[in-house]
């Protein structure tokens, strides 16, 4: 019997044995919550490369040790903990060492509602869909905040492009996934998921999937709409100043949140965690989540960059546009009772 | 244990610096960040009573959600005349910025 | 079994300080930037207590609104309207000015806060069981309450064109 206080030491091992069997500490710690977390941006940084490398007729990281160069990600990390962590002359302290570790803590908080299987989400709350909307709208604050903080001209400039083209594709996001949350009928993450047992939402919501999935590569920041970071422009944009364990905690919570997006387009348009019983449910999710991530990295090796207006002008006119249309043929089909056979 | 009255006095402190802020300060963006403050406490306000109400009363979160659209506009809009009685003036401190023409 | 839920006074005290210092440092700072980060950290007390409120969709939209736009404005209004880094456009207020921004702001708080305490038992102490779900907010928007959901709509469109022509640059 456990008991709290413990007295003895039979008592503590009982006590401590109870707390890292139940399900909570498995959920925050290690399922869907830690470790997994870790592992999954770990692999993520490795899979990019290769993959990358493979779409440019290249091999990519091989020798870093293990088959195909899977320790790649581990010597990447050494190496940035012991180089020189440079602040620049006059910029602010506790701003740029704070604001990468508040980085991670964002990108990482909206899996806490995010469900991996059909019990294995940490909270969950009636409220999922806008708690992720509140964490990601965090992010442009933030990175203009680090932008100033590093006080030069190119990651100033890079962190206002940045946060132009977050701002602007931050909207069609949102209300792309409106129609998925008419369809389902309730903002929590679980219930969405549960609705789309017998259709997944990407059939009857397909031009949201369209308009969410390019505005999730925007907010990312990827190819093609690379321009915060565009090389030859701006030197690394809004990180430049960034360097040794900074920059390692920027890439991860770049990553993090490359996986968080993915594993939203799963939780929305690509039915979670439902499929054959032959695999438990949590690794469908993952699996779906890695095809998804793979259709983001590859544009990265396959597209040119888009020039900043068209990038804006996009976000703000087209993507809304066609956003907001979907609501419309989204209520109109679902009055019009073609869904019914499928439960919605 | 946490009552009603305990959200009304936190409500009316941050009021008080609201009003403190609104009073003393002279640069502009510091008179926005105390109305934002005093807008908040009011918002707390409206929250607290809508719980404590019985039966509860859906009323509260309404009136809520609207301040806070409302209060958001606000601040676009008062930040967009700070822009532009800079551009003006070349100074956002409101004691000098008492003339009407310009 | 342990339990591992923080009580909720211990959650409303923590709450109280982050909101009343974050609003007193947002004022007093000397550089604009480190207030606004303070007002976002005030706000985000805010949200907590609408939270411990039960009203998580008002905690969430106020984290979105607030700190995700309002702030990001202000942050971005700052950077704009400075000369060069670290010239302060606040100097020191006089001292006569500053005890009566005091006293005027004390006796009203404490004006409040005397109603409060006279009104007494009136007040409820405990919190009725049960909360308002979500899912009611949408028919109350919509069904209840069309009209003030129609005009914010319009002050909303009034908001931002005025914003746009106010902040345009004449070429």
Partial sequence: MVVFPPTTPAELIALILRVITSHTFITIIIFPGFIHLTLVVIFLTWYERKLLARIQLRIGPLYAGGPGGILQPLADGVKLIFKEVMIPYKASKPLFLGIPLMMVFLSALPFAVIPFGQHWVIANIDVGLVFVFAMTSLFPSMILIFAWASNSKYPFLGGLRSLFQQVAYEIPMWISTLSVVLLAGSLNLVDIVKAQEKMWFIVPAFLSFIVFFIAIMAELERLPFDLPEAEPELVAGWYTEASGAIFMLIFMGLYMKLYLMSSLVTVLFLGGWWGPAFLPQPVWFIIKTLIVATFIIIPRGVYPRIRVDMLIKTGWTRLLIIALANIFLTILLINSGLLAAWGI | MVTLASYLIVSAALLGIGVYGLSVKRNAIRILFAVEVIVNAANLNFA?????????????????????????????????????????????????LNKLKG | MVSLVIPSDISFVVLTAVTIIGAIIALQAKELIYGAIALAISFIGIAGFFALLDAPYLAMLQIAIYVGAVVVLILFTIMLVRRERGEEMDKRTDAAEGSMGLWL??????AISGVVALAGTSLPTQAPAASLPVSDLGPALTLQYPVPLIILALLLSAALLGALVLAKVER
């Fill in chain 3, 105 to 110: 702001a004390g006796l009203l708080a404490l």
């Fill in chain 2, 48 to 96: 607290a009573f809508t719980r404590y109400m019985n039966p509860p009363q859906v009323s509260g979160q309404i009136i809520v959600f609207y301040s806070i659209a409302a209060a958001a506009m606000e601040a676009a809009v008062g930040l967009a005349l700070i822009l532009v009685a800079f551009r003006l003036n070349s100074t956002i401190d409101v004691r000098k």
